[in-house]
């Protein structure tokens, strides 16, 4: 087969802003008030409210999101969280912040989520809570955590950073524990560059998750007339996004469903080219149990080796196609040593860090982009095997 080489630079992601967007930035000048818990910031619950049938709060990223989290649960230093080893920083340091261990352990090899079958034998009596994180928009077994939070008496929290529109059967996911967390993050399905929100699913938490969001002030009450002054009443800080934020998220919410009709579009076209290499065994696609609708937020293929990954990624970084590895796990980490706690072995984790690969995958990639990543995956599988 004769070689393609690739002029054109493909990104791994390219965040999605149009007009609309612009305007309604715009449109926050015009009404004189940008900073937070404005007119879109309004907008924006109401969606989700609508969405999900959830209050919501807006955060500065998903990262204030879960740092409020410990707080609302009265976490001493001390307790401990089971959380898994692969996942973002944020899900652990949100819970060091307060003194609080986390507790890694490994994640199943079909969905790469947090093992439901391990989790119980790692509580001990300083664990407090459980914290799953939906790899890639793809849901755990959320029904085996309930049964397991509700046997020991410990909160359910959700980190789903990853999976704004996914389900577990007919439930969004970060509706169902305890506390729960999106973000829009540039990377992120539906983005604001950076922006997350709190997802509360008990109502007793609404009112404090206010005052923690707003520097521990209740001023969220004075602007509704409930008090006539606002002061100091709780710990807390500024988790609070600019109205401006949630103007350019609003857009984005505005216009979701076609976005993941696009990027469902085009995870469809990845899964369906690889299926021939997982069939000979080169790689890995993803695993989308049943009982999940998965948001298409990224395409990842699993290969045999470190070395075999390393040669695909330098392969198509010469041929101008951005990919990249995911998570360094936490367990490992310098901070995961110093703070956290490993239960068990996790090689499944281990393995899974040195050979995934997530491909490009946003609403802009074109067929034609597709096409040409397609046409350099080729070359690489004649070219290796």
């Known amino acids: 087969m004769l070689e393609t080489i690739n002029e054109k630079n493909i990104l791994f992601n390219k965040p999605l802003c149009s007009t609309r967007e612009l305007d309604n930035i715009k449109d926050v000048f015009n009404r004189g008030k940008i900073s937070g818990d404005g007119y879109y910031t309004k907008l924006c619950n ?33 307790d401990e969280v089971i959380m898994p080893s692969y996942t973002f920083v944020s899900t652990a340091n949100a819970f060091v912040l ?10 199943r090899p ?6 439901e079958n391990i ?9 407090r809570a459980i914290i799953v994180v939906h790899y890639g928009g793809v849901s755990c077994e959320m029904n085996k955590f309930r049964e397991i939070a509700k046997k020991h008496n410990l909160y359910l929290l959700e980190d789903a950073a990853q999976a704004f529109s996914s389900k577990y059967y007919n439930e969004d996911l970060g509706t169902i524990g305890d506390l729960g967390t999106y973000s829009f993050h540039e990377t992120k399905n539906v983005v604001s560059g950076e922006g997350g929100c709190l997802i509360i699913n008990n109502e007793k938490f ?23 002054k606002y ?47 997982e069939k000979k065994g080169y790689i890995r696609r993803p695993f989308i149990p049943s009982f999940c609708t998965h948001n298409a937020h990224m395409y990842y293929i699993l290969f045999n080796s470190l070395e ?5 990624i330098e ?52 067929d034609d982009d597709l096409n040409i990543i397609f046409n350099i995956v080729e070359n690489f599988f004649e070219r290796e095997f």
């Open 110 to 115: 079909d969905t790469l989520n947090i093992d």
């Open 308 to 312: 075999v990954r390393t040669k695909f």
């Open 46 to 78: 109401e969606w989700f409210l609508n969405k999900i049938n959830r209050k919501i709060l807006l955060t500065t990223s998903c990262t204030s999101a879960l740092e409020m989290m410990p707080i609302l649960l009265n976490l001493k230093e001390g």
């Open 206 to 228: 609404h009112e404090r998750a206010e005052i923690i969001r707003e520097k521990g002030t209740n001023r969220a009450k004075f602007f509704r007339g409930q008090v006539d």
């Open 231 to 277: 002061t100091w009443v709780d710990i807390g800080s500024s988790y609070l996004p600019s109205d401006i934020i949630a103007a350019f998220l609003y857009s984005q919410l505005s216009f979701s469903d076609f976005i993941q009709k696009r990027r469902m579009e085009i995870w469809n076209k990845y899964n369906a080219f690889f299926e021939i290499y």
């Open 315 to 366: 392969y198509l970084k010469k041929n101008k196609i951005n990919t990249c590895f995911h998570y360094i796990p936490l367990h490992s980490a310098p901070a995961g040593i110093k703070y956290g706690k490993t239960f068990g072995s996790l090689n499944v984790t281990d393995k899974v860090s040195d050979t995934l690969v997530r491909m490009p995958l946003f609403y802009e990639l074109s």
């Open 98 to 107: 307060r003194g609080v261990v986390p507790v890694f352990v490994d994640i």
């Open 119 to 127: 989790v119980e034998a790692a509580i001990t009596p300083k664990t």
